[in-house]
């Protein structure tokens, strides 16, 4: 069978989660560098691929997957080895929650087409402000849900997703004091071998002045 193909961007947080579960299920695979500063993502042979011009995008048993949350809840079903869901209904509902709080309710809104949009003069206050916003919500939602991770003691969806939106708010210059919880959920996972190695600096694509 071919190894599977993710085509991905190094700072991408979508990308960066699909890195994060790979690595988790031990699963191999190829990187196709999509440079979104060149606007690599625009070209006709990737639209083909992925008509919302976006990264990732996922090669894997005959299929082209794309949607980071989406390709993630594929490969937890075909691949149920070092689980990213819980067994348990309630709690897979609590992780789909957060997930989507970040993935759909935070993220989206400080992605690069948004500030291209925005222009450069008002791109910096933007993201901040609505990391900021959110991120005052997603630290309630924790504080209910969190053990050592987002959801209890198991890494899960919900941590893939989050690692991501806080190297972006620090980016920001996001205040991240005021996050304790979100803060000591980050300081467990970085620890952690998969998220080592799906970081932005471990990239192919990294460039050097950034590794």
Same mark, same amino acid.
């Given at each position: 069978?071919?190894?599977?193909?993710?085509?991905?961007?190094?700072? +991408? +947080?979508? +990308?960066?989660?699909?890195?994060?579960?790979?690595?988790?299920?031990? #699963?191999?695979?190829?990187?196709?560098? #999509?440079?979104?500063l060149k606007s690599d993502q625009l070209g006709e042979e990737y639209s083909v691929a992925n008509p919302m011009q976006q990264v990732p995008t996922l090669e894997i048993d005959g299929h082209r997957l794309t949607q980071s949350i989406a390709i993630m809840e594929y490969l937890e079903e075909t691949r149920p080895e070092s689980p990213i869901l819980p067994k348990d209904p309630a709690k897979r509902a609590l992780v789909r929650q957060i997930s989507e709080t970040i993935g759909s309710g935070i993220q989206p809104i400080q992605n690069l087409a948004?500030?291209?949009?925005?222009?450069?003069?008002?791109?910096?206050e933007w993201g901040r402000y609505w990391i900021d916003k959110g991120f005052q919500n997603l630290e309630k939602m924790l504080t209910a849900t969190a053990g050592k991770y987002c959801v209890g003691d198991e890494i899960t969806m919900a941590d893939l997703c989050l690692v991501p939106q806080i190297y972006n708010a620090n980016r920001f210059k996001v205040d991240m004091t005021q996050f304790p919880t979100i803060n000591k959920i980050h300081d467990a996972l970085v620890q952690i071998d998969a998220f080592k190695a799906s970081h932005p600096s471990s990239q192919p694509d990294c460039p050097e002045d950034l590794k």
């Open positions: 069978m071919a190894k599977p193909v993710l085509y991905s961007y190094f700072r +991408s +947080s979508c +990308s960066w989660r699909v890195r994060t579960a790979l690595a988790l299920k031990g #699963i191999e695979y190829e990187t196709k560098a #999509i440079n979104l948004v500030l291209k949009y925005v222009g450069n003069e008002k791109k910096a």
